[in-house]
């Protein structure tokens, strides 16, 4: 008889039912009990959306509180991420926004695909969308599901070009920067400074991102705010530049520049090595024109290191960065070169890498001084060569026959076209006519008498040259002072060759003492040592900052911003002193002495100096000036591409030491490549400064620039000078060169 077993089916399953409730009345009470708190905090962030809120970006202003760089709200139509991920729904969304916008589908795809936004916010689809097309994206916004109009900051130059170089530029967050910006908190797709004070105090003006946490309904669309952290906006920059003298010292420096293109250098006719005698470039004509294309001005106080016009040529619109350029129209503008006179993108006054010719002879001067080599009493006969001792060459048939350089000659006389000879000449008249054979003698004697040390290298590196300034400024040149080190490195590198590289000789620092060889600096650097020499032996940190604002300041005069209604937070005014060098009377009144007889006069021998034509009939009520002139010589010593140096600064004349000028602490440096002579093309740049600083030549009024031409094809305007009177020398006529002396 068969057995009934549903009675015990029945009872197994109603058992498994009683397990199978009871397990899911605990997880029930884990869930509402133990997770309560954690589930309802994932319920909550599935309905909230964190939106960061971006700073407004900290304005500059000039010296006089006007607003150089400032920023204007625009409307840029974004998506949001979520709606973005499946393909359909993409690309039905950008077809639909591709004409309200006129933004192409493959562009928003490719913004899509660039990995460049950050995912914390929406996608920028398009920026700087006009008013009425935002607000119609709203009222229709049931069309375009996840589709914001965000409130962004541009940034605006409303003088540009003017101190483009020292004001910079903004740029997108490169590849190489990525990583350390993410970790500074930036977002992928911030715009951050990339030149100039944009990019040196980037941390100082950028700010602090906000956020704001919003409900949102099933739509994903905001139904109320929950928390709202406000950002925190960038300081104000305060800089040192005065833009009034910004804009006359790029005006000049710009049609000196073209004024020197208008110029002939000879192409003489010299002694070849197979003992011919023919023109010195065969493929020239007998006189070649200066390219003239490229230079910088420094002006800056030298009782504080404040620079008040830096100026560099070729300059450009900072605007172009802002304006949304396509890289072919980019590279229109900024067109990719390897020939660094054409270079744009770099500000001359602290990158350029330049010889100082003569210029440089204060600091040799200063270091035989200094260094006991020899007193401001001590003469030297000079006969227009020097011929290096028997303590720097031994093998007197090695100079004889050429295998070692063993005699140096002076610059060429004007009047002659042979070496100038001063005569009798102590440290005073070698500065103020320039005598390269008494600047030879102190690069032989100081390195034969001191047992081969570096000396020479010691002393000018006081002066900071060999190392950057600490200007507040990006990508600043240290220089080179020439040592074995250095010419060991370089011959390993290929600069120069193996035989060169195998030590540092006599030769090598005669052509140091004068500015030549290896040495390199920048104008600012030169500017740098010049103003230790006028404050009396302080070398001073250039700066471009004066104060950092607290955020916000606000507007005053049209185009100002209000010092009275705003806060200082720190006061970067104050000099900040690197060293303090040895200047006893002794040494620094020889030294002034001889660079103001470079502009007064007299010379030596009967020989006029350097500047004294240029500075003749230089009113005697303006801001009287010490200086040098200075030619660097360039590629195959061909006169074409000498490049002309000066560098002066105000002295007080009614003491025979010449006193800095307490009321006028100024030094001016010039540098113009391949311009020609000192005297011809960067004195009048210094010469016109100064009057300018006198209040004798009339500055152009500062206005807000024209809008920028998008149809443009340069890089910037050109600025010219009106009255160029200034370059005026003696006899009414404008400076060629010098008369009774060398063309320097």
Not at 34 to 40: G, H, R, S, T, Y
Not at 338 to 357: K, M, T, W
Not at 375 to 404: H, K
């Amino acid at each position: 008889m068969a057995i009934d077993r549903r009675a015990t089916r029945l009872g197994v399953l109603a058992l498994v039912g009683v397990v199978l409730f009871s397990l899911l009345g605990v997880r029930l009470w884990f869930l509402q009990t133990v997770k309560a708190e954690e589930l309802q905090e994932s319920v909550t962030f599935a309905k909230t959306r964190t939106v960061p809120i971006a700073p407004e970006r900290g304005r500059i202003f000039d010296a006089d509180m006007r607003i150089v760089a400032d920023n204007e709200r625009v409307l840029t139509v974004a998506v949001d991420w979520q709606v973005l991920r499946r393909k359909s729904q993409r690309d039905e969304i950008f077809r639909r926004l591709s004409g309200w916008v006129q933004v192409p589908v493959e562009e928003m795809e490719r913004r899509f695909d660039s990995n460049v936004y950050s995912p914390f916010l929406p996608m920028p689809i398009a920026e700087d969308v006009d008013e009425p097309t935002a607000i119609a994206l709203l009222e229709r916004i049931e069309d375009f599901p996840g589709v914001e109009i965000l409130t962004e900051w541009r940034r605006v130059y409303p003088y540009a070009p003017h101190a483009a170089h020292v004001i910079g530029y903004m740029g997108a967050i490169t590849e190489d920067q990525l990583d350390e910006r993410l970790d500074e908190g930036y977002l992928r797709n911030e715009r951050v400074g990339q030149f100039g004070i944009e990019r040196e105090l980037e941390q100082v003006l950028h700010g602090a991102w906000g956020y704001k946490k919003v409900e949102v309904d099933g739509a994903n669309r905001p139904v109320r705010v929950i928390e709202e952290v406000p950002p925190v906006n960038g300081f104000d920059v305060q800089l040192t530049i005065d833009l009034d003298l910004q804009k006359y010292t790029e005006q000049l420096l710009e049609t000196t520049l073209e004024r020197r293109r208008t110029q002939l250098a000879p192409n003489p006719i010299v002694k070849k090595p197979d003992g011919s005698r023919q023109r010195m470039d065969l493929t020239k004509p007998p006189t070649v024109s200066y390219k003239a294309p490229a230079g910088s001005t420094v002006v800056m106080n030298y009782d504080t290191g404040a620079v008040v016009a830096m100026a560099s040529y070729p300059t450009f619109d900072n605007r172009w960065f802002e304006a949304g350029l396509s890289g072919t129209k980019f590279r229109e503008i900024f067109p990719e070169t390897d020939d660094p006179d054409q270079s744009i993108l770099v500000n001359r006054a602290v990158q350029g890498r330049y010889n100082l010719g003569s210029t440089f002879k204060l600091f040799t001067a200063y270091a035989a001084l200094n260094s006991d080599l020899l007193s401001a009493g001590e003469y030297y006969n000079d006969r227009g060569t020097y011929t290096l001792s028997r303590a720097a060459v031994s093998d007197r048939a090695a100079c004889e026959s050429g295998l070692i350089r063993c005699e140096f000659k002076n610059a060429i006389c004007s009047f002659n076209g042979r070496p100038c000879v001063y005569g009798s000449v102590n440290v005073e008249d070698a500065l103020a006519v320039s005598s390269d054979a008494f600047f030879y003698r102190i690069g032989d004697q100081i390195m034969v008498q001191n047992d081969f040390q570096p000396v020479l290298q010691e002393q000018v590196r006081l002066f900071g040259f060999g190392a950057d300034t600490g200007i507040e400024l990006p990508f600043e040149f240290d220089g080179t002072v020439p040592d074995a080190a250095l010419k060991e490195r370089y011959a390993e590198i290929g600069v120069i060759s193996e035989d060169e590289g195998r030590g540092y000789y006599v030769g090598d620092n005669v052509q140091l003492a004068i500015g030549q060889g290896l040495l390199s600096a920048t104008p600012l650097h030169l500017a740098t040592g010049y103003a230790a020499v006028a404050n009396g032996g302080l070398v001073i940190q250039p700066s471009v900052v004066a104060n950092i604002w607290q955020p916000g300041t606000p507007d005053g005069d049209p185009g100002f911003a209000d010092p009275e209604r705003g806060s200082v937070f720190s006061d970067e005014s104050q000099p900040k002193l690197i060293r303090q060098i040895p200047m006893s009377s002794s040494i620094r009144t020889p030294l002034v002495r001889g660079l103001r007889r470079v502009v007064t006069g007299p010379g030596t021998n009967g020989r006029s100096t350097t500047a004294e034509e240029l500075f003749t009939g230089y009113p005697s009520d303006a801001i009287q000036v010490a200086g040098k002139t200075g030619t660097a010589q360039g590629a195959g010593n061909y006169p074409w591409n000498d490049s002309s140096v000066f560098t002066g600064f105000a002295v007080d004349t009614a003491t025979s030491e010449y006193l800095n000028d307490e009321e006028n602490p100024y030094v001016v440096t010039a540098y113009l490549e391949k311009a020609g002579y000192g005297s011809q093309a960067a004195a009048p740049v210094v010469k016109c400064t100064f009057l300018a600083l006198s209040g004798k030549n009339a500055l152009d009024p500062v206005v807000p620039s024209d809008p920028l031409d998008l149809d443009a094809i340069v890089a910037a305007p050109s600025q010219s000078l009106r009255d160029t009177s200034c370059y005026i020398g003696r006899d009414g006529n404008a400076v060629t060169g010098q008369r009774q002396g060398a063309i320097e």
